[in-house]
Every structure is written in C-alpha cells, then in structure tokens.
C-alpha cells in the first residue's frame, strides 16, 4: 500500500507545529513542508524586541534545525492550490500532490494599504514590532522620543496578536515615565480602529484601568488612513455611527500595527470563504467543501484570537481529526477557540488573558486572572519562548492545565 501524502503549505509555528505532531502520532505518514523561508522567528517576542528586552537574534532560529526529522521540506513557496486535483503549484512551477492538506501559510502584512507608510517606517520615529525589519528601530524611537505625542495604533480585526498594538504603548508609557520633564511634555495616545479596548469583556475591564491610571488617551473607531512624514501626522477615518471623519493626530513617534489579510493566493483559491481566509470548520479545522483539506493558525477563517497559543490548542484537534479522514472514521475532535494573549501591561507586569469562543476566561492557574502580575511577565519573558522552542515546535503532548498558553 502506497505512502499517504501529507502537504503542509507554511513552515510557521503552525505548520511545524502539526508536521511534528503528525509525525509523533503516525510515522509511517509521507509528511512534507512547502516553505520558502531560510529563517524562523518568534514572533511573540517581538514586542520585547521593541522594548529593549530582547534582540531581535534571540528570536530567530534556522529553519533547517527545526523541520522535524522524517519530514521532506521543500523550500519554495505555494504559487496556485487546485483541490479538485489535489494539487499544489510551488513557486518554481512545481506540482505536488496530496492525500490531505493542511494550510498554514499565516497572514499577509498590507502596509501599502496605509498611504505613506511603506516610505515612511524605520525613520522618523515611524516604527512597527510586526516587522522584522524594524523591531528593534521601535527601540531606538523610543529611546529617542523627546516629547509630543507618542501615538499608537490598531487597525481593524483580524490582525495577529491583537493585544501587541497595544501593549508597546504601555511599555513605552514605562519609559516616558522615567523622565519627570519628559513625561510633562508628552501625551501617549493608543488610536485604535476598534469599537473598544480588547474585545474579551473580563479583560477589558481591567484594561480600561490601565488606561486611566496611565492618563493614556485612549481613541476608539480610529482607522489610521495614512502616514506624513514631513509633518509627523497621521491621518486617520473616524467612523461614529454612519458618519465618518478625518482626523489629523501630530506624532513625535508613531507605532503602526498594520492592517492583515490572507496572503493573495489563498484569497484567490477555491479554498478562501468571502473574507480571504480558509473556510473551515471552526470546530474539526475541516474544510468546509474539500474534505482532505484542513488549516490552522492565523489563515484559517475561525472567529478565535489569532496567536501562538491557539494554535497549541488547535494542532491536537487537527491531528485527530486528519488521522480520523485518513482512516474513514467520524471527525470527533473540537476546537474551542481557545487562545491566550499575554497582555504586558508595563515592565515586570501581565495580565494573562486566556479565552475561548465564548469569550469566557479560562485560566490555567488558580489565580485571579484579570489582575496584573510579575509572576505571568516572568511567564510571558522566560516560560513562553522556552516552552515555544523546546516543546510545541516538536509536537510534544500537551501540559493540560498547568502553563497559559498550552490548553487545548
């Protein structure tokens, strides 16, 4: 009996994630990467990058050394997905067949949608944690900022990591803070184009303190529109009710979360649903019309918060439920929409946001979970990155309510 062919399009944390996981649980399966990257990063260290906690080096590891053994990575990307002929097009025109497939190529980062940015970040005080480029410049425009507006911003959902945008702004508050006649002469301001502060009512609530204790200027329905950076303004839509208006905020420094969207040839795939992304089932990861097909992390069309720590709770659910199609059996497994956002409120304190679909906290300590505490910023700082490294991206099982993160 021939091999079962398993394509894995994206070497992320998603994609290794289940490569490793698959190969745990049945090794005899033909298990391949498609993946045009040389390197891999952490991406949830970014935003310690941008505070001067981390390098961006202690993020990046080589591809190569974590592609789990037994697994044939071929290092292109995808060009064209055909799953009616349970195919995949690489970038070098390539076609690779499949038994099952499983999409994990993450988000697409659309900063040409913001006018002037393209040009404009990585100077000026224009800086951004989502890019690799430019993380560690966040640190240096707020080492540099001498006063005026220090201005923060969130576009609208989904985005990957949806407290990040804001939690820059905190740690930037921190240092801002440590300079009396600095602080006198400065404002931070979190622009966000959401309706409010985080979109889980138990977190929000203590998020909303935060702000007032900060004295943040916190501005909801704030769209940012573009960038100048001859002036240092930013332009943003305000959108209250069915009116909108255009707002012009002045910036000493500027940290721009980018609007994101599935990458264009998954948007463009008999694959996608109407919002770009893949239309599962936000229960099995199970294709809604292509029964061989399933996704996970930030590409797939589920309504849960996009981080690293669901895809922890979704990579198991994944695996039964693949190992189920390939053998005929029921799809029995269901994912939860559990998530879990680290919500760094300043340095040496996190609230440990942990939820599901139902927008209900689930922690996974017995402790109040929406207060701030040193003890989930050592988590979020030392515990996470290891545990990310050394055990997810290897596909070992699953420490069920005992660290943030990790439930599935």
Not at 145 to 159: K, S, V, Y
Not at 264 to 277: D, R
Not at 302 to 323: D, E, F, I, W, Y
Request: charge should be neutral.
């Amino acid at each position: 009996m021939p091999q079962q062919q398993i394509l894995i399009v994206g070497g992320g944390a998603a994609g290794l994630t289940a490569a490793s996981q698959l190969r745990r649980a049945r090794p005899e399966l033909a298990i391949t990467i498609l993946e045009p990257a040389d390197d891999h990063y952490y991406q949830p260290g970014w935003t310690l990058v941008g505070a001067g906690v981390f390098n961006l080096e202690q993020t990046r590891r080589r591809e190569a050394d974590l592609i789990p053994a037994g697994v044939q990575w071929i290092h292109e990307a995808a060009a064209e997905f055909d799953p009616a002929a349970q195919t995949v097009t690489t970038s070098s025109g390539r076609q690779l067949g499949y038994d099952l497939l499983v999409v994990a190529t993450g988000l697409r980062l659309c900063w040409e949608a913001i006018e002037g940015l393209p040009d404009a970040l990585g100077e000026g005080g224009v800086c951004s944690n989502y890019s690799r480029q430019h993380a560690a410049y966040t640190w240096e425009s707020i080492q540099a900022f001498q006063g005026g507006n220090a201005l923060f911003t969130c576009p609208p959902m989904p985005i990957k990591c949806p407290g990040a945008p804001q939690k820059i702004a905190y740690l930037a508050d921190d240092v801002i803070r440590r300079d009396s006649a600095l602080a006198a002469a400065s404002q931070v301001i979190y622009a966000t184009a959401t309706p409010g502060i985080f979109g889980v009512p138990t977190y929000a609530a203590p998020l909303r303190e935060v702000v007032a204790r900060r004295g943040i200027d916190a501005r909801y329905n704030h769209v940012l529109k573009a960038v100048r950076p001859e002036s240092r303004e930013a332009v943003f839509m305000v959108n209250e009710g069915e009116q909108s208006r255009e707002v012009v905020i002045p910036y000493g420094l500027l940290h721009v979360t980018p609007p994101m969207a599935a990458p264009e040839v998954v948007a463009s795939s008999p694959l996608a649903a109407a919002s770009g992304f893949v239309d599962v089932d936000q229960y099995s990861l199970q294709h809604k019309r292509f029964a061989n097909v399933f996704a996970l992390g930030d590409v797939a069309g589920m309504p849960n918060s996009k981080t690293a720590a669901a895809v922890r709770g979704q990579a198991p659910v994944l695996v039964a439920n693949m190992l189920a199609q390939l053998d005929g059996h029921p799809l029995q497994e269901r994912y939860d929409g559990y998530s879990c956002c680290p919500l760094i409120t300043g340095y040496g304190r996190t609230i440990m946001a942990e939820f599901n679909y139902e927008q209900q906290p689930v922690p996974s300590f017995p402790l109040d979970p929406t207060k701030e505490r040193w003890s989930m910023w050592v988590v979020k700082k030392h515990l996470l990155p290891w545990i990310y490294w050394n055990r997810m991206l290897r596909g070992e099982p699953h420490e069920r309510h005992s660290m943030p993160g990790l439930r599935p």
